[in-house]
């Protein structure tokens, strides 16, 4: 048997029309475009190359692109003085401060500083809490644009058992959040887990998110289960995921690709992020 593929790159690109034609009623009704900030401090090229594409992104779907770029050795306070400007800035919709940020400059201070209603990739501790409390807030880019392509194979995610593969703040906890929001029975799977392959075999849903390459085999996987993976690594064989897509395709059944799957629905999730919290500050009613 072979999985279906789970195409992130069409879903995305559907997305992303949706939100090109949700831009221009916003723009129609409040005079003006979504805008979104993206703060970039220092050189790091992997953080350029992902600002770069977010820039262009916000401008193809019709958003205005505001961006900071500040030197690596920029004092924390100054920082912070850009992000109380952008917060008070009528015209910027969502703020986002491209992460990891130089040792000198405390990440959780900064994400914290950013006005919680302008924080669309939902890494405020109140964005988090409000997850976790079933209030409207933002979630972050990846495991909502997790969530779209698991309800793409599965409309009612009811019932089913899940198991969610790293406990981060960005990706494995709110993916848990929002699974347990679906009424997801769910396992949460870390470094300190005793038999991570046995919690996987009984999952009918199974979310990778741990940064080991081909961690998750074949064989770990329950006949007939959807795999998502988020794991994005480099390696001398080139690109590839936390999951085993040759071994983990053949017992799946359904399965995202690397590349190709879940990391072209990030940026895609960033701008739907952004135009609704525009719509929410204008009281514009978008339908996305
Ligand atoms: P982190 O390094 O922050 O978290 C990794 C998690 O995996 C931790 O919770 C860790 O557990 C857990 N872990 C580590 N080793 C094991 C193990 N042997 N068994 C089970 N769990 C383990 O990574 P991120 O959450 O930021 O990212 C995860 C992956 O997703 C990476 O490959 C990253 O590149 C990718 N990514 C992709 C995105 C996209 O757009 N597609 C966006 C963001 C991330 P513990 O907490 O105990 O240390």
């Known amino acids: 048997m072979s999985a279906t593929i789970i195409d992130g ?7 992303r029309a949706r939100i090109a034609t949700g831009v221009a009623e916003f723009h129609a009704e409040a005079g003006r475009a979504p805008g979104l900030a ?6 790091d090229p992997a953080s350029a190359v992902y600002v770069r594409s977010k820039g262009k992104a916000t401008r193809d779907a019709g958003m205005q692109s505001i961006e900071h770029r500040l030197p690596a050795d920029v004092p924390a306070e100054t920082l912070l003085a850009l992000v109380a400007d952008l917060n008070a800035d009528p015209g910027v919709d969502g703020i986002l401060v491209q992460l990891p940020l130089p040792k000198h400059i405390d990440a959780q201070t900064v994400i914290s500083a950013i006005d919680p209603d302008k924080d669309v990739d939902g890494f405020h501790p109140i964005n988090a809490g409000r997850l976790a409390t079933g209030l409207p807030g933002f979630v972050p880019c990846t495991p909502l644009g997790c969530l779209m392509l698991l309800k793409s194979i599965h409309p009612k995610l009811s019932g089913l058992e899940a198991v969610v593969i790293g406990r981060s703040n960005i990706v494995g906890k709110p993916m848990a959040q929002l699974l347990l929001a679906e009424s997801c029975t769910v396992t949460i799977v870390h470094s300190r887990t005793h038999d991570a392959k046995a919690h996987v075999r009984a999952a009918d849903i199974v979310v990778a998110a741990v940064g080991i390459p081909q961690m998750v085999t074949g064989d770990w996987i329950k006949p007939g289960a959807t795999v998502i993976d988020v794991g994005i690594n480099r390696t001398e064989a080139g690109l ?3 999951v085993d897509f040759a071994s983990a395709s053949q017992v799946a059944g359904a399965i995202t690709p690397v590349p190709g799957g879940v990391g072209p629905m990030t940026i895609a999730v960033l701008l739907r992020n952004t135009l609704v919290s525009a719509a929410r500050r204008e009281a514009v009613a978008i339908d996305i």
């Open 240 to 242: 590839v995921g936390d």
């Open 38 to 43: 993206v703060v970039l401090v220092g050189e």
């Open 9 to 15: 790159k069409a879903f995305a690109a559907r997305l």
